[in-house]
């Protein structure tokens, strides 16, 4: 893999899933299975690199799975229907059934967040606990102003944009990034801008939703939302964290999420 030391060997494999080749990474023995969920453009070995080399693997398998149209799930190219994360629910799903997990946990960042409280909500008896950062259920016009900001990856920073470029290639990134920003913003013309909100009550699992207090992307009320209303839920603030708190602050937060966990 490159990317990861030796010591933690990381498998890469792919396996056929509703119509396409899903990518995925696997790594640890544990009892408790653990997904990882990435965000927008996001990818295993993008997102999640501090995740699967130090999340404890005698207690953990682990795996992080590249939706449909990321990462090294391509192709298909990733399209934007408006029920792209309904379909990234139940392709997730499937994955982890299809390696014949019985129950998994899981961990979803942002976009993944909302993947994660779909999945929850539609296979209660298949989650067994969930922790999400830098989720939304829903969209206004503050997201909307947000999401036009970051619409050409030419202006981002540049430790933001390289992983992906050197992934995707600029085209491809830049591209995918306008249609993910068009995608979002359908979600905006429906009524209450809902993505997933009707869904929250029927989540079950213990639910950590942990929020980064300076995340530029994410609105704290996006957070306090989905705690109301996700019965028995547990709100973690970081007041140093930003959209990307699991990497910036990784032992830390590696370390809620295994306690939260166990």
Not at 178 to 207: A, S
Not at 234 to 256: C, I, S, T, V, Y
């Amino acid at each position: 893999m490159g990317l990861f030391s030796s010591s933690s060997s990381v498998t890469s494999a792919k396996v056929a899933v509703n119509g396409v080749h899903l990518h995925y990474l696997r790594t640890g023995g544990g009892e408790h299975v653990v997904l990882l969920l990435p965000g927008m453009l996001g990818s295993g070995e993008t997102d999640f690199g501090p995740q699967i080399e130090n999340l404890n693997k005698k207690l953990f398998t682990v795996v992080a799975w590249d939706p449909r149209g990321y990462g090294h799930s391509r192709p298909p190219d990733r399209d934007f229907p408006v029920e792209f994360f309904e379909r990234d629910a139940k392709d997730a799903v499937d994955l982890m059934k299809m390696l014949k997990f019985k129950k998994v946990s899981l961990l979803g960042w942002s976009d993944g967040g909302i993947t994660a409280l779909i999945a929850a909500a539609r296979y209660p008896s298949y989650i067994n606990k969930m922790v999400i950062w830098g989720a939304n259920a829903y969209v206004t016009d503050q997201d909307e102003e947000i999401y036009r900001g970051i619409r050409d990856v030419s202006k981002w920073s540049e430790k933001t944009r390289k992983p992906l470029e050197a992934l995707y290639g600029f085209d491809y990134f830049s591209r995918t990034c306008e249609k993910w920003v068009d995608g979002i913003k359908q979600f905006k013309h429906l009524p209450d801008g809902n993505i997933c909100r009707h869904l929250l009550p029927l989540v079950q699992c213990p639910t950590l939703i942990v929020h980064g207090e300076k995340d530029p992307l994410v609105p704290s009320f996006h957070a306090d939302f989905i705690h109301k209303h996700v019965k028995g839920s547990r709100l973690h603030l970081m007041p140093e964290g930003k959209h990307n708190l699991h990497l910036r602050f990784a032992d830390e937060f590696n370390k809620l999420a295994e306690d939260f966990l166990q």
